[in-house]
Every structure is written in C-alpha cells, then in structure tokens.
C-alpha cells in the first residue's frame, strides 16, 4: 500500500482526522468572519464568488505550508533576542498579523458605527484584488496557527491534508450564510468584529510570549454570542408586539 494512503487502515489515524477536522473548522470560525465581513464591501452579486476565493486561498496556503513542514518548525527558532527573550519567525508573523486585525477591525466598527447603512460600497477588478489580498495577509496569520496546530494533533501529513479539506468543505458550506446574517444584523457585525479584535490581541499577546488558551477566548466569544441571540429575539418579539 502506497504510504501517503496507509494510514486508513489505522484507527488511531481516523480518530485523528476526526479530531483535527473538528478542530480545523473552530480555528476557522474567525477567518470565515473576516472574510464574510470583508467581502461585505462588494456588490451582493461578487460576494459569494469572493468568499469561496478567499476560502480556497486559505486552503491552499494550508496545504502549501503543511508540506513545507521542516520550514515551519524553522519559524519556531528564535532569529534576533529583544528584551532578552528569543523572537522567531512565527512570533513575527503572529504580532504583525495581530495589530493587523486590531487595525483593520477598528476601521470596520468606525465605518459601521459612525457610517450606518450608508458604508461605501467598493467595484472594479482593482477593489476586487485589494479585498484578496487583505484575505490572503489574514489567511497566513490563520494558516500558520492552524498548521501548528494540525502538527502536534497528528502525525501524518496526508491525514493533516484531508482533515483540512473537510474543515474547508464545512466552512464553505456556512460561509454564506454567515456573511448573510452577519450583513443583515449590525449589531452582529460589530460584535464579530470585537471578537477579531479580540483575536488581534490574543495574536499579539502570543507573538511577545505571553499565551492565552484559546479556551478561554472561544468561551467568552461563545457567551457574548449568546447573549445578543436573545437581544435579537427580544427584539424581534417588541418589534411584532407593537405591529400587531
């Protein structure tokens, strides 16, 4: 049996891919926000086509990077010392995609907020390329914590492969009706974009040594959710109360 298909016949191999595709897919809750967001600049009739570009850009460039797995663990070797700590690749890559996110999501609230419904919309190929390629900045960030991740979660690469696909293929799946709910709901839309900026911090944070388990960010994300469901929903019901 070919060794880039011998791992189907291992449990421990299916366990993993269950485990990192599950894993895959919450790690890319965030950047289908970013893009559903970002796309949001366009005309309704490019969006969709964008989405599903910029989803495929992420997929590719996890695949790319998984199968330059020894430059990976490169980026995890400190290149110069600041402060008499050790700053890698990776620490590079993950604080200047942090202030990134806090940057561009900071303008989204403000254009949001102080613009109302009245946000410009963007056309044009040249609009259409500048949108892909604030994607593509986001998709490394993303891409490499992923990547990190899928390698201490298994150890062979055609199962890292496979699971990313999955993840992708769900992602895609939502990916429209995110933007969809998210575009329709501003106060959605503001949330999601607190928790990337939540998310530019947690980079950042990570990028100078100082981590923070993703558990405790998701459950936060997760809680304020939540509770602006129920805002909906109350707001929903005052709004039918007083029509009738």
Known sequence: ??????????????????????????????????????????????????RRTGLLLALAMRVGLLLAIEWIMQLTTPILHLFGRGVSGRDLILIAGGFFLLGKSTHEIHGTVEGGDEAPRVSGNAAAAAILAQIVLVDVVFSLDSVITAIGMADDVPVMIVAMLLAVAAMMAFAS??????????????????????????????????HIGKGYVYSAMAFSLVVEMLNLRLRARRSGAKSV
Do not use: C, Y
Not at 1 to 22: K, Q, Y
Not at 25 to 30: E, F, K, M, R, S
Not at 178 to 189: D, L, M, N
């Open 177 to 210: 009706s995110i933007g969809a709910f998210v575009e329709k709901h501003p106060t959605v839309k503001v949330l999601a974009l607190a928790f990337l900026i939540l998310i530019g911090v947690v980079l950042v944070a990570d990028g100078l040594g100082q």
């Open 1 to 50: 049996m070919p060794s880039w298909i011998a791992w189907v016949a291992d449990p421990n191999a299916w366990v993993a891919l269950l485990t990192l595709t599950a894993m895959e897919v919450v790690l890319g809750i965030d950047n289908v926000v970013f893009i559903s967001i970002i796309v949001g600049r366009v005309p309704p009739e490019r969006r969709e086509r964008l």
